[in-house]
């Protein structure tokens, strides 16, 4: 296992379209991530998942995105009726959990995708 | 709320020299942990050092170091003997038993041939 993957690693597309995302987390990580990177700003939270459960979404993730972990490792990103706010850098992080003080707490980014909405 | 601020968007250093990057920290918590994160050009970000906030001992990995300030909530990385492949952005982040980091602004980071 290298690390986190992503798929697509760059996605273009027309204003109103829907756009999904992957994510291949570290096979033995139980908690997934999802942060947006606009230019010049440093990520932001927008939800997480320990093995399939959705524990914690953002106020930015609006009813137009979901996001899944259906059987506790790959995840997807949707966004629907893109808009051209939604251009960003969408990262996947993941870590391997335990109780609070009993595990390193470390996030293990993938590459991103970046998306443009025209 | 939980915020942090990096005061120094862009910051330069010769080759070969030391140099501080600041960032300060605002929560309500005792327990978290506080990370520097490196993100060069177009590449993935990749963690650079850790610290625990119950530990008074400053974190060190290689030539990155920290002076955590607990009191003051201020968390600097220190980078010795820079080296070309240290060009990056450069983020601060924390997390507490919320789960997610919160990240400040960054610093561009230029090493000077």
């Known amino acids: 296992d290298t690390g986190v993957s992503q798929d697509p690693r760059h996605k273009i597309t027309k204003r109103g379209q829907n756009v999904t995302f992957r994510c291949d987390p570290i096979?033995?990580?139980?908690?997934l991530y999802w942060y947006r990177q606009t230019l010049g700003q440093g990520p932001e939270f927008l939800t997480y998942f320990q093995n399939e459960a959705q524990l914690e979404k953002s106020r930015l993730l609006s009813d137009r995105f979901s996001a899944e972990r259906p059987k506790g490792s790959f995840s997807t990103l949707e966004i629907q009726r893109t808009e051209q706010g939604d251009s960003a850098m969408y990262l996947c992080?993941?870590?391997?959990?335990?109780?609070?003080?009993?595990?390193?707490?470390?996030?293990?980014f993938g590459p991103g995708t970046r998306l443009t909405v025209t | 709320a939980q915020t942090v601020t990096q005061s120094q968007p862009e910051m330069s250093v010769q080759e070969a020299e030391t140099v501080t990057l600041s960032c300060t920290y605002d929560?309500?918590?005792?327990?978290?942990?506080l990370f520097w994160y490196k993100q060069p050009p177009s590449r993935q970000m990749i963690l650079v050092i850790r610290q625990e906030a119950y530990k008074q001992q400053n974190a060190t990995e290689n030539r990155f170091s920290v002076n955590f300030q607990k009191a003051a909530k201020s968390f600097s990385l220190k980078i010795s003997d820079s080296q070309l492949g240290d060009t990056a952005m450069y983020f601060c982040a924390f997390i507490t038993g919320a789960n997610n980091l919160f990240f400040g602004t960054g610093t561009r980071l230029t090493v000077i041939p």
């Open positions: 096979s033995e990580h139980n908690r």
């Open positions: 929560t309500s918590e005792n327990n978290y942990y």
């Open positions: 992080a993941s870590s391997l959990s335990g109780e609070f003080g009993g595990s390193t707490h470390e996030q293990y």
